[in-house]
């Protein structure tokens, strides 16, 4: 009967994993290599003949402001996502609480995410317009018309428009991911807290935040790369507009490759990105070890 | 002490509805304006003339290609999860329960792939793609969604880990098959990642937009995402249509989350924690 067995556990490995692995080769580890490959080179996408530059791509993507520099444009996202962060915790802290109609809230906070993110993006374009826009009717409405922007026009506050339609969409997802991790702090610990005397603050200072440390660091390492990586917005909203005030690294790389068909720039790019991204991944992972260590 | 815990419900109930008035503005301008044929009164908070006034919608319905994108997203959604739930739980009944050399590594494999943000190396796959003949076919994205996510792999992973071996061994005392065993048994009490995943997967599938914008731009291929931009961009700052369309796309969705709230929570802090 083992014997049996045998063949059959080399039948099913074959079986089972010859096609994910054809896959996992032709769609994620080929494509890297290439990436890396074509990076030290010129390509345009269409000749088949390529010169090797070396590290032409990489000097240039690190001296030329107007590629490594359009970083810059995606502080806001950062600043925005740390604060999604800040907010989410508020209100799950509030959701966790006795109140009355804590489904009905979970439930409407939680709408946006599950939008479609283009659908909300255009939603956030009637929001945000200049002329006919519900924000700037809002505040005319409340007689605040030194308030009134060009919220997408605007090359200083562009970036924080953007990042603040991602915020909206995203900040109900951070708070459903903090209230798991809030649900799972057992409850007599708040009562043996508030037996010792500890006051509501105290408990929340003491107890809640250090419970959901790991979560808050898992939710920053996410908002780190998550805004290395802001594309969609800026993409279907500005263009990267105005004035290229909106681009942001991988806008400018998919432009560098499929407008301006310099291929081995592109690649020279996405490999800067990819670097970046295990470089955050790498610490997060560090730290995150150091910690279970303790 | 009474009176200052009271003072603290309030503020609780006032950020609530601060948050709720915050979610809920930009939806309510739109639905105010997708009922508003162009002549009327443009202020965003203005009514509409009469909410029965469909026009926009019917403009849109011809216009957008609405009911082909929907059509389209399902129909990928559906093919890309099959072949997720196939041959995720087959890579991780191979691994996680069949000892062979190179398990190991072949389990770094998947997890390092995962790393990989699929929009960086869109550079290569563009060109994989064109040469493999699947340029404008929706069989583009679903190759992708398959082949080039691994979400799927690191879940299954991690609930196989828990359904105990001692399954396997009563079922091999009886004289089951490995292939019997992993259908029958295996494949069932997977059931949980299976849900985590499917919500996951048609979140992030429908929410995808550079994808079929980039491998798909015949017209009749259009998802979601990207019907909406190309109508968007050929009716700029034509509020009404494109409310119309927001509206259309928003409401089955919306349903479908009331409807399945329960698991889609689970599924968002199953996935995060443990993904």
Redesign the interface.
């Known amino acids: 009967m083992s014997g049996s067995y045998k063949r059959q556990r080399v039948i099913i490995l074959i079986a089972f994993l010859a096609i994910p692995l054809l896959l996992l080769g032709t769609f994620s580890y080929y494509p890297a290599a290439k990436l890396l490959y074509l990076s030290f080179t010129d390509w345009d996408g269409i000749s088949s003949t390529v010169e090797f530059l070396g590290l032409d791509n990489y000097r240039e993507i690190f001296s030329n402001p107007d590629l490594f520099g359009v970083f810059l444009h995606q502080i806001p996202y950062v600043l925005g996502g740390i604060l999604q962060n800040i907010i989410a915790i508020t209100f799950a802290v509030i959701l966790n609480s006795r109140i009355k109609g804590r489904n009905l809230f979970r439930v409407l906070l939680f709408v946006p995410y599950i939008m479609n993110g283009v659908a909300v993006a255009f939603m956030f374009q009637y929001v945000f317009d200049t002329n006919n826009g519900s924000l700037n009717a809002l505040l005319g409405n409340l007689g605040l018309y030194n308030l009134q922007q060009s919220w997408l026009g605007e090359t200083s506050l562009v970036n924080f428009s953007l990042a603040s339609v991602s915020m909206w969409r995203y900040v109900g997802y951070t708070m459903i991911i903090y209230l798991g991790a809030l649900q799972s702090i057992p409850g007599d610990m708040y009562e043996a807290a508030t037996i010792d005397g500890a006051n509501r603050f105290q408990s929340f200072w003491h107890l809640t935040l250090p419970s959901l440390s790991n979560v808050i660091q898992l939710n920053m390492f996410l908002t780190l790369s998550g805004a290395l990586a802001v594309f969609d917005l800026p993409f279907v909203l500005t263009k990267g507009g105005p004035a290229g005030a909106s681009e942001t690294f991988l806008l400018k790389t998919t432009e560098t490759a499929f407008t301006f068909n310099n291929y081995g720039l592109a690649s020279a790019m996405s490999i800067v990105l990819l670097g970046l991204t295990i470089v955050i991944l790498l610490v997060q992972n560090l730290v995150l070890r150091r910690r279970g260590r303790d | 002490m009474k009176k200052k815990w009271d003072l603290?419900?309030v503020i609780?109930?006032v950020?609530?509805a601060i948050?709720?008035l915050?979610?809920?503005?930009?939806?309510y301008?739109?639905v105010l304006?997708a009922f508003k044929s162009t002549d009327e009164n443009?202020?965003?908070?203005a009514l509409p003339a009469s909410f029965l006034n469909f026009e926009n919608f019917r403009i849109v319905f011809e216009k957008a290609h609405i009911l082909q994108a929907f059509g389209n997203t399902f129909l990928v959604i559906g093919v890309s999860l099959i072949g997720n739930i196939v041959?995720g739980t087959?890579?991780s009944?191979?691994?996680g329960r069949?000892p062979?050399r190179g398990k190991r590594l072949?389990m770094a494999?998947?997890l390092i792939?995962s790393?990989?943000?699929t929009?960086?190396?869109?550079?290569?796959?563009?060109?994989?793609i064109q040469s493999l003949g699947l340029f404008n076919t929706l069989m583009a994205p679903i190759?992708?969604f398959?082949?080039?996510d691994?979400l799927q792999?690191v879940i299954y992973m991690q609930f196989i880990r828990n359904i105990p071996y001692e399954l396997d061994e009563s079922a091999?005392i009886d004289?089951a098959?490995?292939?019997r065993i992993?259908r029958s048994i295996i494949l069932p009490l997977l059931g949980p990642a299976t849900v985590t995943l499917v919500i996951l997967k048609t979140?992030n599938i429908?929410?995808e937009?550079?994808i079929p914008f980039?491998y798909m731009p015949k017209q009749n291929l259009v998802m979601?995402?990207?019907s909406?931009?190309r109508f968007?961009s050929n009716n700029q700052?034509q509020?009404g249509y494109?409310?119309a369309?927001?509206l259309i796309?928003?409401i089955p969705?919306?349903l479908l989350?009331?409807f399945l709230?329960r698991y889609?929570?689970a599924g968002?802090?199953n996935g995060?924690?443990k993904g």
Do not use: R
């Open positions: 603290l419900q609780k109930y950020l609530l948050a709720s915050v979610v809920l503005f930009p939806p301008v739109v304006n443009s202020s965003p908070f041959f087959m890579v009944y191979a691994i069949i062979f072949i494999l998947f792939a790393i990989i943000p929009i960086t190396t869109q550079v290569v796959i563009f060109s994989l190759v992708l398959v082949g080039a691994v792999i091999m004289g098959s490995l292939l992993y979140i429908y929410n937009l550079y980039l979601v995402s990207t909406i931009m968007a700052a509020w494109i409310c369309t927001i796309i928003m969705t919306v989350y009331l709230q889609i929570f968002v802090t995060a924690v």
